[in-house]
């Protein structure tokens, strides 16, 4: 049941999603002011109706919906990228993982959504600005006791050891190895995302050096399939590329 000051998601007939509190107050959205009063003590799956008459779905939100709609600073890592970390390292309950830099916090959301309740993530931000983005992200997400948003230079460091995994999205990945290697545990993961070609390189350059083995790089494309009976096709749009990931495991 859903109580008041709830975290919910309210989906419309077109499939849009607004993400908002159950609360005495009112939603204006473009089929018609909702409510937020009449979310208090529903079940999630019930509808609500806008003064327009206009339906919406409660639902809870999930992790993905944290994604799509928190407060974004920098750009975000997509889910279809920090999926691939998923299927690559195993990534799941327990896990120590350290994540560098926070931007605004939405990869840590992500992995922290996995690892908890015993794991932790670890994330590392330089820039004070985004620091309180990403708490405020995180504490909206419901894991101030899960993700660590820390400010932090992890070129000149990371503090944490035995880690299972650490992900980069840093402008000089290689820089970090030989603090990646401390941290993490025989066996750990290393996911280094670089948008360009250059960084890659420059990152394939050293990271032969720290003992790294297993590497691999692969680029993931997504586009959607639109289906109506006699019609089935693929959308004209996808979503190409964004950046390359990296995968290595300490030996």
């Not at 009449?38 to 806008?50: D, T």
């Not at 006791?145 to 944490?160: A, F, L, N, P, S």
């Not at 190895?177 to 990152?203: D, I, T």
Request: positive net charge.
């Amino acid at each position: 049941m859903i109580r008041e000051g709830d975290r919910i998601i309210l989906v419309d007939e077109r499939g849009r999603k607004y993400l908002t509190r159950a609360e005495g107050r009112k939603l204006q959205t473009n089929l018609g002011v909702v409510d937020l009063g009449q979310a208090v003590g529903k079940e999630p799956g019930s509808r609500l109706m806008s003064h327009l008459g206009r339906e919406f779905v409660l639902l809870l939100p999930s992790p993905a919906d944290y994604l799509e709609k928190i407060r974004r600073v920098p750009q975000i890592m997509l889910p279809k990228d920090a999926a691939q970390i998923v299927a690559h390292t195993g990534v799941g309950p327990g896990w120590r993982v350290v994540d560098a830099g926070s931007g605004s916090g939405a990869l840590a959301i992500f992995l922290g959504n996995l690892v908890r309740p015993d794991g932790r993530v670890f994330t590392y931000e330089i820039r004070e600005d985004f620091v309180e983005v990403a708490r405020e992200n995180v504490r909206l997400a419901g894991l101030e006791g899960t993700v660590i948003v820390k400010r932090g230079d992890v070129y000149q460091g990371i503090e944490e050891r035995d880690l299972d995994l650490i992900t980069l999205d840093l402008p000089r990945p290689e820089l970090v190895l030989p603090h990646a290697q401390r941290a993490l545990k025989p066996g750990g993961y290393l996911a280094v995302f670089a948008p360009c070609v250059e960084h890659l390189q420059r990152f394939y350059g050293e990271v032969g050096k720290f003992g790294f083995i297993g590497l691999k790089t692969i680029e993931c494309l997504v586009r959607e399939i639109l289906v109506k009976e006699g019609g089935t096709r693929p959308s004209s749009r996808m979503i190409a590329h964004t950046g390359y990931l990296t995968f290595a495991r300490r030996s």
